[in-house]
C-alpha cells in the first residue's frame, strides 16, 4: 500500500506534542474523501489532516500519483464534484435544496 509522502529528515525521532479538539464544520463529500483516504492508509483523520497542513505551509505536495489516482476514484464515489475552484465559495443550503441539486446535476449529464 502506497504511504503518503514523507519528510526524510529526522524520520527516527518523535516530536512530542498536546493535540486538542475542535469544531471544524467541512463540506460532507469532503469529509467522506478524506475519512476514507485516511482509512486506506491506515491512519487517522487527524494524522491525514496534519499531513496535507504542514504540507502545505511549506507549498509542497502530500501525496504520491497513486494516491491522487486514489483521490480521483473517491472524488467520483462520494459525489465530490467540485475542485480548487470552488474554495471560498460554497454556501450552505438545507438537506433538501442539496439533494434536488445533486438531481439536477445527475440529470444533466444523461
Known amino acids: 500500500m502506497p504511504k503518503l509522502e514523507e519528510n526524510s529528515s529526522s524520520e527516527d525521532s518523535n516530536i512530542p506534542i498536546e493535540r486538542v479538539q475542535i469544531g471544524v464544520r467541512i463540506e460532507k463529500r469532503m469529509v467522506k474523501v478524506l475519512k476514507a483516504l485516511a482509512e486506506y492508509h491506515d491512519i487517522s483523520l487527524g494524522d491525514l489532516l496534519e499531513g496535507i497542513i504542514l504540507h502545505a505551509f ?40 442539496m439533494k434536488n441539486e445533486m438531481n439536477s446535476e445527475k440529470e444533466k449529464h444523461r
Open 58 to 97: 511549506e507549498n509542497k505536495t502530500p501525496f504520491n500519483g497513486e494516491t491522487l489516482q486514489r483521490i480521483v476514484q473517491l472524488k467520483e464515489v462520494y459525489g465530490m464534484n467540485y475542485d480548487v475552484s470552488a474554495s471560498h465559495r460554497f454556501t450552505e443550503s438545507t438537506p433538501g435544496e
